[in-house]
């Protein structure tokens, strides 16, 4: 973000020198005086919004970590659950019972 060049300090500070044909002074005082004003609303707009950002990275931050941690523990349900048989142990298995059917 690109730095301002005036403050409000450096605008209510301003002078300018009079001149025999120059502006009216009360009418530049009183249209910096709207751009004084005008100026510092942006100001505190912009560090709101500064502030609006931080909040928001930080909510991202729990949020992803929360995201992590549950993806975690996706994983190990899936892997406790997942009891993958081959045609082996099936055979097996339906050998076993066949023999305790059958002998019986």
Known sequence: ME???LTPE???DMQFSVDFKGYNPGQVDSFLDVVLEDY???EDNVQELLDL????QDEIKKLHEENL???GKQKVFDLSNTTSYS???LLKRISRLE????NK
Do not use: G
């Open 87 to 89: 045609s082996v142990d």
């Open 3 to 5: 730095k301002l060049k």
């Open 53 to 56: 950002v931080a909040s928001l």
């Open 40 to 42: 510092q609303k942006m």
């Open 99 to 102: 023999e305790q059917v059958y």
């Open 10 to 12: 450096e605008i209510l």
């Open 69 to 71: 941690e549950l993806e």
